[in-house]
């Protein structure tokens, strides 16, 4: 059988398991640094994640609104 890879977040100096995966850009709007700056997208851990929900709160709200 395949062993389940678990993959890290993808933030500097975090070794986390993973819980979400993000596009890169909008990772780098919320002020976090991360490992590979190439790649497209990114893997947060919980705790990055809610960084990243609080960071980008009031553009998510301004997104909600023009529906």
């Known amino acids: ?28 709007g919320a002020e976090l640094t991360l490992k590979n700056d190439d790649a497209r997208r990114a893997n947060l851990c919980k705790d990055h994640y809610k960084q990243f929900k609080k960071a980008t709160k009031k553009d998510r709200e301004l997104e909600r609104v023009t529906w």
Not at 4 to 25: L, M, Y
């Open 1 to 28: 059988m395949a062993e389940k890879v678990v993959e890290t977040c993808d933030v500097a100096s975090c070794k986390n398991p993973s819980a979400r995966s993000f596009p890169s850009v909008r990772i780098k």
